[in-house]
């Protein structure tokens, strides 16, 4: 997640400068009681030394909770460093992790790795599942015997530091597919802790739109006032796969082509418009002067709100039932609704 999502409403707190951690549990912007009552867990395991594995999605927001286990720590006065283990090939994560001594490679130097820099700290390994065997091997004997060797060097440097790893795999699985070392599961899942996905805490959408409205009004000069209703209830439908961090874009979109007014279905990002949805390409493709056109092929002049918005959920579950070849299933998980309420609704619309 960007992490200027999870400010808080009054604008965060000054921020430290250096390898420290920016955020805290107070930057997280939920009202949903199941997600902040899992914080008085991760504030006991904050406490110790543990190692702690972050599972969640795309977008969630886990270097977010990493930052708020290392503030509320008492390692939160030391380092905490951030690398992403996807961004860097192997040869070159091994040198950045461990420091490399001159002469071991072309090109190299004397230079600490992550290891020492973070000594007394917290390292945060963000998708650690990307690394490979080889360097899974390397970064276990690091943990178990508290010490590294720089590339080209014989010396043991001891090294103390806590290690939060995160993946959006469930590492258990990579284990049994031979993809990720057992003995390196164990060493890292002292702890785990998972992030629930915006799907299943859209009772959070309407304080996080109204925060990021705000945040982007700020940072344009604009003046949106809110989300229209028939655009929050197709929020609630939707599916967000990118979590946190794709409403954040498509407020910013909203906000950065609306100047003032209500955020209307035909200023989201043309994505979220699937092709087969006639009912929402309309929407999205029809403004002439700030109003809609074509909506009679869909909509009677007169039709109430409620009239008008069980016309798009008709349309929203008949495309979503033509992409997923009318499979119930699998029409019911994207909708994020259960069998007998889809089926309800299919016998509702007669869209058997």
């Known amino acids: 997640m960007v992490m200027s999502v999870e400010l808080n409403s009054k604008g965060g707190r000054k921020k430290r400068q ?22 008085s867990k991760l504030k006991m395991l904050a406490r110790s030394s543990a190692n702690i594995i972050i599972y969640g999605e795309t977008g969630t927001g886990k270097e977010l909770i990493a930052h708020s286990v290392h503030a509320n ?9 951030v690398q992403n283990c996807a961004a860097i090939p192997d040869n070159l994560m091994e040198s950045i992790l461990f420091g490399s001594s001159k002469g071991s490679f072309t090109g190299a130097i004397d230079k600490p790795g992550l290891f020492e820099v973070c000594d007394g700290g917290t390292l945060y390994l963000d998708e650690i599942n990307s690394l490979s065997l080889d360097l899974q091997g390397k970064l276990l004997r690091a943990i178990e015997n508290n010490s590294i060797r720089r590339i080209g060097e014989n010396i043991e440097r ?4 806590r290690i939060i790893t995160s993946t959006n795999e469930h590492l258990s699985q990579m284990v049994k597919n031979k993809k990720f070392r057992k003995d390196l599961f164990y060493r890292l899942n002292v702890a785990s802790y998972s992030i629930p996905p915006l799907r299943e805490r859209k009772d959070d959408l309407p304080l996080l739109c109204k925060h990021l409205i705000n945040q982007y009004n700020s940072k344009l000069n604009h003046h949106v006032q809110g989300i229209d209703n028939s655009v929050m209830d197709f929020f609630r439908n939707y599916y967000w796969e990118g979590n946190i961090r794709e409403l954040k874009n498509v407020i910013e979109y909203g906000c950065t082509i609306k100047y003032t007014g209500n ?14 949805n006639k009912f929402l390409a309309s929407v999205s493709s029809s403004k002439h002067n700030g109003q809609l056109k074509n909506l009679n092929t869909f909509i009677k002049p007169g039709t109430t709100l409620e009239g008008q918005i069980s016309i798009l959920e008709k ?9 997923n070849h009318y499979c119930v ?13 889809l089926y309800n609704k299919i016998d509702k619309y007669k869209l058997e």
Do not use: C, H, W
């Not at 720590?73 to 460093?81: E, L, T």
């Open 18 to 39: 250096g390898f420290y951690a920016k955020y805290d549990f107070d930057d997280i912007v939920t009202q949903n009681a199941d997600f902040i009552a899992s914080f």
């Open 73 to 81: 720590s008492p390692r939160k006065n030391n380092p905490f460093i």
């Open 158 to 161: 001891e090294i103390d530091i």
């Open 329 to 341: 299933t699998k029409t019911a998980t994207e909708l994020n609704i259960s069998r007998q309420t």
């Open 315 to 323: 349309e929203i579950i008949k495309s979503s039932l033509e992409r």
């Open 263 to 276: 955020i209307t279905m035909y200023d989201l990002p043309s994505y979220m418009i699937t092709p087969n």
